[in-house]
């Protein structure tokens, strides 16, 4: 794997450019940065991520437990206050809300971790100076014709260093 | 300055304190650590010698306890109010004031759950009313009191803020396991999750903020209903009320925006951070502390004029005592003071507003005033509880146990924020970045 360092974006961009023109695919280009710039900056294909469905599944798995939570409470506690219906709606509607809220809220987080593949395992190469506003370009190109023509193509866009990881 | 050394310089500035420790964090840390201290003396000594060390009477048994759970409840919303509404409507004046406003809810929050567990003398009970399982004596929680649904609330919303605070620092998290070594280093690494920064990983982020966001905000407007209702669910006149939640909502906000203005000064002093946070920041949170000031002056006087055209006796009495009667009228007028009276004009002058120093200033007496607001909502109503008129039991006045107690929830939440500050970036340091590579409309300068 090649990591090309560049110091600005449209250079970057460029890059990416002239690789895809050059049969590189979208999933052998990874950008890496520590600053989020707008989508789309690099010219990359937006990948599809599914965050927006788990806030739904977590709302319905909160709801469903806070249902098992509040009748199962009133009904192993059969207290009958002033005649009224052991399973009392408007108290409950309190807790199904909050959990309804605290499943969704859960989920998204637990979505952002899976969707953003966190931890991270993709062995992608770290470079410090990332960290410190630079931007990363990660090619994977196993030949290593490939991989001289992928450096030569970073260096010709305006790669400060291109280095093999 | 080229994006790459502004953003190292992003980096060096707001990751100085977390990485290098001034001579004053340890004079802070000692003097807030011997505060804490003598609140746990304090909570071990009620715990000994029992509820009576409070100055609580037959009729008022909900007082300066309760008082500071509402308040620091209260504090808790702005915080998470003032970072998703200005996430959802892209302003981008937010960028350095989410997080310390979060990291104040989270321990504003915790705080004020400590204060009913401290109120029922006995805390280690507290789990039989509260936990959702049967220990040993088949009794399960009552579902249908307001004393079970304010748990639910506070979980999910300390849940959600910490949660939302956790996201938004993965990205920072990696910059400081960049910059850090040793143990530090590893700690960041694990918490990082090893995030990368890949395009795909900030298209995620900036969804998630949107979601978490969307999701957080009912859920705060219905935690401090739920503490409204509290009082209101109880018959008790001047409490028993469905005006209660939205005036808890709007007093909530009014005192938590005062509260993340306070947070805001004394971060940009003791962190030196004039740079990040600005006259401009305080110039816009000015504006906004005085539309929420107008909201709140709009509740108070219906609270007042329904009081008083219900036409009950003792509602009548209750602002009575409130309005005419010393030393609880005092407190009245002080309310009305420094919540209303001196703020409002000074926030219509821009310079005001600009000024840090007046700005903390004028947020320490709303919130002076709105801690007063909450002790007259729960006492008063209680100093005349009907038809058992205890008449041989004396007026209700707070023992020094009580102002201890006070006094240390503001030593535990000034605890929490520098702690957070010494080992996690206060300022956000991606939103930062991201507001250099974007001018208003969200586009790259030069594109």
Redesign the interface.
Known sequence: MLLGIFREPEALRGAMLALRAAAFGGRDLTVLSSVPYPEGTFGEEAEPHRLHVFPFVGAACGFAVGLLLTIGTQLSNPLVTGGKPLLSIPPMLNILFEATLLGAIIFTVAGVIFESRLPDVSGLPRDPRIEEGMLGLAVRASAPTRQGEAEQLMREHGAIDVVQC | M???????A??ADLLHFVLRTPRWFWIAAAVLGLVLAVGIAGEVVMIVVGLQVLGLTNTVSWAVLITNFIFWVGISHAGVMISAILRLTHAEWRRPITRCSEVLAIFALLTAALFPLIHSGRVWRTIYWVF?Y?FTR????????AL??DP??I??YL??TV??V??GL??DL??AR??SSGFRRRLYAALS????????????????SL??SA??L??FV?VHS?VAWDLSMAILPAWHTTLLAPYFVIGAVHSGVAGVVIVMAVLRRALRLEAYITREHFENIGRLQLVVAFGYIFFFLSDFYFGLFSRDAIEEQIWHLRLFESPTNLLMYAQILTTIVLPLPLWFIPRVRQNPALMFFISIGVNIGMWLERYLLVVTPQSLKQPFVFTWVSTYEPRPMEYLFTFVAMAIVATGVLVFAKLLPIVP??EI??G???DAA???P??
């Open positions: 080229q994006l790459t050394s502004s953003a190292a992003v980096n959702p049967d088949d009794i399960w929680p009552n579902i249908r009191s079970i649904w639910a609330a979980l999910t849940t959600g949660l939302f956790y996201v993965l990205p990696a910059v960049a910059r999750l090893g995030f990368r920064g890949t395009s795909r990983q900030w298209r995620i982020q900036a969804t998630a979601l978490l999701l957080i009912p859920v219905s739920i340091l991606a970045k991201e250099l590579t974007t969200g586009h790259l030069r594109a």
